[in-house]
């Protein structure tokens, strides 16, 4: 199948543009496109559905789309370079203490968690303007290991 010229010719499926920029994030679900998307239900690089913490020794990420997904990380430690994840528990911030690297997806209110190995989130730039990176990783449900969802090609930038 030739791919659709949007504007040109009739589509079902128009190329969606993936943003960059300062406060975007975008990433693929099972192979299915994810934006984070607030409140008022735009779309990125207004920032609406992002929240970023950075303390001295941690740094978390929290992209949501409030409907159906949200994507949390957090790297212990952070500074150039890529960290390997680890088991989490499934806390989302707020509640989450542990001094370790790891990820969690909420879909439709069901948490999946990272494992040892599962994936890494790279730091590509890492200052007090700016942290930028990358993320591939694969989370398994909470409550029943054997369900996954694959996450790729996953880009941020703050």
């Known amino acids: 199948m ?6 040109i010719l009739g589509c079902d ?3 969606i543009e993936i ?4 406060r975007t994030f975008s990433c693929y679900v099972n192979g299915d ?5 607030g409140n008022s239900g735009g779309v ?14 941690f740094y978390n990420f929290l992209a949501k789309d409030y409907r159906n997904y949200t994507i949390y990380f957090k790297i ?11 088991e989490s528990d499934g806390l989302l911030p707020g509640s989450d203490n542990r001094d370790i690297t790891h990820a969690i997806v909420r879909k439709n209110g069901v948490i ?9 989130i790279t730091l590509d730039e890492y200052s007090e303007e700016n942290r930028k990176g990358s993320f591939e990783f694969i989370v398994y449900r909470q409550d029943n290991p054997t369900k ?3 996450i790729t090609e996953g880009k941020f930038d703050d």
């Open 19 to 22: 943003p960059t920029g300062d």
């Open 33 to 37: 496109l994810f934006l984070p998307r």
């Open 76 to 86: 212990n430690n952070p500074q150039l370079g890529s960290f390997n994840l680890e």
């Open 13 to 15: 499926n128009p190329v």
């Open 44 to 57: 990125m690089p207004v920032g609406d559905g992002i929240s970023i913490l950075l303390g001295d020794d």
């Open 148 to 150: 996954k969802l694959i």
């Open 2 to 7: 030739l791919p659709c010229l949007f504007g």
């Open 112 to 120: 999946y968690i990272s494992k040892p190995g599962s994936g890494t």
